[in-house]
């Protein structure tokens, strides 16, 4: 009865130790598993300021597009219409220097991009560009 009583005793504390040691093993495993939901906490709060500073660049860069576009497209209001407002705005010819040679032109009856080369208001580069862009224009 003695052996009985050991052999039981033996038993009752090696299954003590057994099952203390799968609950060990489980705490471990628990804390490991709150350790990674931590992380993933802060990941998902990382990932959320980023979205938000994502999405404030996008929306920057939105409206720096528009604004270039806008831009663009007051330029292209702006555009040369007609030869007297390419020569203004391409070569060094000025509103005065412009009208003299559409004097000159109309007393000689020259067409102005000759009377401006003739009073060497402009270079022959300068002409020949302007004969080219000529048709071009409206």
């Known amino acids: 009865m003695i052996e009985i009583a050991i052999s039981t005793i033996v038993t009752i504390l090696i299954t003590y130790y057994i099952c203390k040691s799968i609950n060990a093993g489980f705490d471990s495993k628990e804390n490991s598993l709150i350790e990674k939901e931590k992380q993933i906490y802060e990941e998902v709060e990382n990932l ?9 660049e996008l929306t ?3 409206e720096q597009f528009k604004n270039f576009y806008s831009e663009q497209t007051e330029k292209k209001k702006k555009e040369v219409h007609t030869i007297e407002d390419w020569l203004l705005e391409n070569t060094g010819v ?17 067409h102005l991009l000759s009377a ?12 020949e560009l302007a004969k080219k862009i000529e048709p071009t224009l409206s």
């Open 48 to 56: 959320k300021n980023e979205r938000k500073s994502s999405k404030r």
């Open 60 to 62: 920057n860069v939105k």
């Open 94 to 110: 000025d509103v005065h220097k412009l009208s003299v040679a559409k004097e000159y032109a109309k007393s000689k009856n020259m």
């Open 116 to 127: 401006l080369l003739t009073l060497n208001i402009i270079s022959v580069d300068q002409y």
